[in-house]
């Protein structure tokens, strides 16, 4: 799962807290004032009722229930009162009046007590009056009722509510606007900054930041344009290096070739030079003829030779078809072993009479197998045992050669299939360094190990399905 970015996580805290904040602020705010109103509510109504309980008290006295009800029917006038009822000590009902209105209700019950001479206005005193002078509370003789409808409040309360969540949620969302501009200000630069980065990471070098108008961002901006622009003359300072390498090494490889090119030919011009100059002195003499198949089997080494070099130096591209590998092998096999009858070299094959069906180029597979038989032949000195085995594995086909001969060395393990590392003293070191460049070209690998017996060990693996390779890329050496 992706990890959200610092945009979004602006955001999600900006909006975590600009609601926890309006939220809490809210609710605090509406219970005080929630309180505050019902308080003075419930304080009006109170004072209604001491005040009626101050003007029944004549009524209560004399009896006088159509004053009693006048009063009733007149506190009844105010807008939230659902009933007012008088009763006598005894619990008489004296007077009642009542209106449907909705609740819920509220309940205020205030007794009736008989003023002393020197007292004040009771609608001004608590629930009890004043005490009189030897510590006597005033006599009771009535109580009053009044039931009132808070609904008023709770619609009023309700409708600031509404309101007040109305405007919570304009500024939270006035306040996430502004606050996204205000991020996406400073969220954009890091943004153009990764994509800058995956440009130039793409290839296009030459990529730079454009610095903002932020002086934060603007000094990264200009650093990572230092940062690229550094890394930009380190590159084309590594591509000097690499092209002056590459030259020298050109030129030491050139030098190289021309010396082992020029020794290997300089022998075989000598022996056919010094041939012809006994041919002028006598041309009549019966040794001619040999000296003839001298002069021949040199023309043909340096064409040897010649040939060789042309083919690693421009290898032919692989015209892969299907093949059965193990016949090719039989084949090859067979070929190199009668073509000079005069070796005392057995050749032992366990190669599986089965087909085995692979993607390749028989001539230039051919060709990599009689380098390494060549150079197994070499190595047993014309005489010895060579061992072929194949297996036919569900993705690849793998062929062992093994010979009895000398082996390599070890400090040439690592560099038997470079180009022209030899261990014989007539070798181009060309044979195997091509060998190696077909097997790469079959999207295989080849490897070279001493045998612990005797002799030495080619192994060499290549896919059996379809894929084609780039000759010119890696050699594809498995050491």
């Known amino acids: 799962m992706k990890s959200p970015g610092i945009h979004l996580r602006f955001l999600a805290t900006a909006l975590m807290t600009i609601s926890l904040s309006a939220f809490t602020l809210g609710f605090v705010g509406m219970k005080l004032f929630h309180g ?28 006088q229930r159509q004053m009693l009800s006048q009063l009733a029917k007149n506190l009844l006038a105010e807008g939230d009162m659902a009933k007012v009822a008088i009763f006598n000590t005894s619990g008489v009902r004296l007077a009642d009046a009542a209106k449907e209105i ?4 509220i309940t205020i019950r205030e007794p009736v007590r008989i003023k002393a001479a020197s007292e004040e206005s009771q609608a001004f005193f608590g629930q009890d009056g004043p005490p009189h002078a ?30 007040y969540l109305w405007l919570t949620t304009g500024l ?9 501009f205000i991020s996406r200000s400073l969220v954009s630069p890091l943004t153009r900054l990764a994509q ?11 990529r730079r930041m454009t610095p903002g108008n932020i002086p934060e961002t603007r000094e990264v901006s200009m650093a990572f344009n230092a940062m690229l622009d550094s890394l930009e003359r380190g590159r084309r300072a590594v591509e000097a290096a690499n ?10 490889e050139m030098g190289k070739f021309s010396m082992m090119i020029a020794h290997e030919i300089k022998n075989p011009l000598s022996i056919i030079k010094s041939s012809f100059d006994i041919l002028k002195k006598d041309p009549s003499q019966p040794d001619n003829f040999v000296l003839f198949q001298y002069i021949e089997e040199e023309v043909q080494r340096i064409n040897g030779l010649i040939e060789d070099f042309l083919s690693f130096a421009k290898p032919a591209k692989p015209s892969f078809r299907v093949v059965d590998a193990n016949g090719m092998l039989k084949e090859c096999v067979e070929r190199f072993r009668r073509m000079d009858m005069t070796l005392r070299i057995e050749f032992e094959t366990h190669i599986p009479e089965t087909s085995c069906l692979s993607y390749l180029d028989p001539d230039l597979f051919r ?26 594995m569900t993705e690849t086909w793998r062929v062992e050669i093994n010979d009895d001969g000398c082996g390599i060395p070890e400090n040439m393990l690592d560099k038997i299939f470079n180009p022209f590392v030899t261990t014989r003293a007539k070798g181009t070191g060309l044979g195997l360094a091509y060998t190696a460049q077909v097997i790469q070209g079959h999207g295989g690998v080849i490897r070279a190990l001493n045998r612990a017996q005797k002799g030495a060990q080619f192994i060499i693996e290549i896919p059996r399905e379809p894929k084609q390779f780039d000759l010119f890329g890696a050699n594809g050496v498995k050491e």
Request: with cysteine; proline share 3%; net charge negative.
């Open 36 to 63: 505050f109103v019902q308080n003075q509510f419930d304080d009006r109504f109170q004072f209604l009722a001491r005040y009626l309980a101050l003007n029944s008290e004549l009524g209560i006295l004399i009896d």
């Open 102 to 105: 909705p609740g819920p209700f």
């Open 134 to 163: 030897d510590g006597r509370k005033p006599d009771v003789i009535g109580q009053v009722e009044i039931v009132y409808s808070t609904s008023q409040v709770n619609r009023l309360l309700k409708t600031i509510s509404f309101w």
């Open 172 to 180: 939270t969302a006035f306040s996430l606007v502004v606050f996204y």
């Open 196 to 206: 800058t980065a995956r440009q130039v990471g793409g290839g296009e070098l030459d």
């Open 243 to 252: 092209q002056e390498m590459v030259r020298q090494n050109l030129l030491a």
């Open 367 to 392: 060709r990599a197998v009689d380098n390494i038989l060549k150079n197994a032949v070499e190595a047993c000195n014309e005489q010895g045992v060579i061992s072929i085995d194949a297996a036919c």
